[in-house]
């Protein structure tokens, strides 16, 4: 996606916007409640450790990029208490009578801190200077708690990655208790790739999975599934999914990988996935895609005992976990398995093993009802299956969508239920989530793009956030004087949806969309492009354009599929 630079007038048109919401919230307060005005912004100083990591010495420097940007004020950096009011960034360096050290040392891996800190009067008048604390289970933790400051105190937008919105100088700090911990493991969005400059700022700034997790693998592929006629017959790029060889021969081609060897070397990066934070490693078998699945004699006989289609898949995974563990005692091999829709149902008895890990396609799922209405005949039978899985006792993970993936170009609103779908994920003990990304050979329009990941980057950490309010904050930072043009567009196309009674499917053809709302929404966004607007602003409007052209020309039979 083109990158354009931010004109004056769309600065100058955003800014008054954002100005007049700080206004009336600083109208309310008087400046005297502050923790610290932006009188002593001057006299902030940043305490990191001596032999501060790169991550902590990265967090440094990108404190003071974003200080400078806000305060207009330049911020200094040193290993010793200054006296001034001192950001502790980090864990080590903060002195015990700030933060307890044994209540870190208690924290997540991916649990940060902002705490404010004000001496008492006897230690203030000794000299004693009022101190602010972030701080975490680990260096990601503690950067994550650095962009959270700039986000949720200063008013700093990230709003699509190399795009930031930085507001006007603050009035003050307020007092600050602030503390955070993911829900899930894995916050991944494949539609990242979409981006070629300042992904990696976006995913600390968004706290999401901070090294990306490849695409777990082709949804569909273990729907050719065939049965080997042959005990023992299997081809060289086949894996026999039932049998002791399938798992020896993915064992195989994992231990190329490791050694940098055989053909495997150019590709293996796209079959495993390591935790920066545990270390663990995780296998995609599913992505694996150059090996042909099969199935065993064995494995359809298991199958049909267990009543579903993933016994023998599972069965192959736990050998393979197995051999993982005997060969490498002292790491920790996870084995990933994405099972189609048709795949869902859990075994009746087998168990797994603890290592291998499942991901569940929602697929099948209607993105325009809550995940948790029984009523939905599309959804129902994904939260009983998701049920059923978990009582099992493994890691579940969900592989869910953001657009449709037939005609990414068509309107999709699936963010009415975004929430309550992470929520019910949390409810039902999901591990991670996994939002599908794009081909990467496709390279056309992606409905309202950096408004879902947005949206769903902010759901992910905080699923308790205010939905309304995370829209509204994108929509005025992205779209500036057109956000409520697009605001209205968007209220539109969810009434259309609501109206129709149809299911939003992942292979929608937008056929719930009145010609009347294409005719008003179309009007509406060309009134919104003969105004003066930015550059920037006028080409997130072609978008929304290009997407109902497209609905156009599905109902007069004009696409073709080599426009999808």
Not at 272 to 299: C, E, Q, Y
Not at 378 to 396: D, Q, Y
Not at 452 to 476: H, T, V, W
Not at 479 to 499: K, Q
């Amino acid at each position: 996606m083109k990158k354009h630079p931010f004109t004056i007038t769309f600065i100058l048109a955003f800014m008054s916007t954002h100005l007049l919401v700080c206004v009336n919230a600083t109208t309310q307060a008087s400046p005297e409640s502050y923790w610290r005005h932006s009188s002593d912004f001057a006299r902030f100083h940043i305490v990191i450790p001596t032999d501060a990591s790169p991550m902590l010495q990265k967090a440094g420097k990108e404190f003071q990029r974003l200080w400078k940007a806000c305060t207009h004020r330049p911020i200094t950096k040193s290993f010793i208490n200054e006296g001034m009011t001192n950001i502790w960034l980090g864990t080590r360096t903060i002195p015990d009578d700030l933060f307890p050290a044994d209540e870190l040392e208690r924290f997540h891996t991916e649990e940060y801190v902002v705490q404010t800190y004000t001496p008492t009067q006897r230690a203030a008048e000794k000299g004693a200077q009022k101190q602010l604390i972030i701080a975490g289970g680990s260096e990601f933790a503690v950067l994550y708690g650095m962009y959270a400051f700039f986000s949720q105190e200063v008013g700093v937008s990230f709003l699509e990655p190399a795009l930031t919105y930085t507001p006007h100088v603050p009035g003050g700090i307020n007092e600050i208790s602030l503390r955070g911990v993911p829900d899930f493991s894995v916050r991944e969005i494949g539609l990242l790739s979409r981006f070629t400059e300042g992904v990696q700022e976006y995913r600390y700034a968004h706290r999401l999975t901070p090294v990306a997790f490849p695409e777990p693998g082709c949804p569909d592929y273990y729907d050719a599934l065939l049965v080997e006629s042959t005990e023992g017959s299997a081809e060289k790029n086949t894996v026999v999914y039932g049998e002791e060889s399938g798992a020896l021969r993915l064992f195989e081609e994992i231990k190329m990988v490791l050694a940098g060897s055989g053909d495997t070397e150019p590709h293996g990066e796209k079959w495993f996935w390591k935790d920066p934070i545990n270390g663990t490693t995780t296998w995609l078998l599913a992505a694996m895609t150059h090996l042909r699945p099969v199935l065993s004699n064995a494995g359809r006989i298991l199958n049909e005992r267990e009543e579903t289609a993933a016994a023998a898949i599972i069965h192959t995974a736990g050998d393979l976990a197995r051999l993982l563990q005997d060969a490498f005692p002292d790491e920790t091999h996870r084995v990933l398995v994405l099972l189609p829709p048709s795949f869902l149902q859990p075994p009746r008895e087998l168990v797994p093993h603890p290592n291998v890990q499942v991901m569940l396609s929602t697929a099948a799922c209607d993105f325009s009802r809550s995940l948790s209405d029984s009523s939905s005949s599309c959804n129902a039978p994904f939260a009983g299956t998701l049920e059923g899985w978990r009582k099992l006792g493994i890691p579940v993970y969900v592989y869910d969508f953001l657009t449709n993936m037939k005609d990414p170009q068509l309107p999709f609103p699936c963010l009415d239920t975004l929430q309550s779908k992470v929520l019910f994920y949390i409810q039902k003990q999901v591990e991670g989530i996994y939002f599908a990304g794009l081909p990467s050979e496709y390279a056309g329009v992606v409905d309202m793009l950096s408004l879902k990941l947005f949206s769903a980057s902010q759901l992910m950490f905080n699923p308790d956030g205010d939905m309304e309010s995370i829209k509204n904050l994108f929509l005025r930072g992205y779209y500036g004087p057109a956000s409520e043009a697009v605001a209205a567009y968007l209220r539109m196309l969810d009434a259309d949806l609501n109206a129709s009674g149809k299911p939003l499917m992942i292979t929608d053809n937008g056929s719930w969309i009145t010609v009347e709302t294409l005719s008003k929404a179309d009007a509406l966004l060309r009134s919104v492009l003969n105004d003066t607007l930015p550059d920037p602003v006028r080409d997130r409007i072609s978008p929304m354009l290009e997407g109902i052209a497209r609905c156009h020309e599905i109902r007069s039979g004009t696409a073709t599929d080599k426009d999808s």
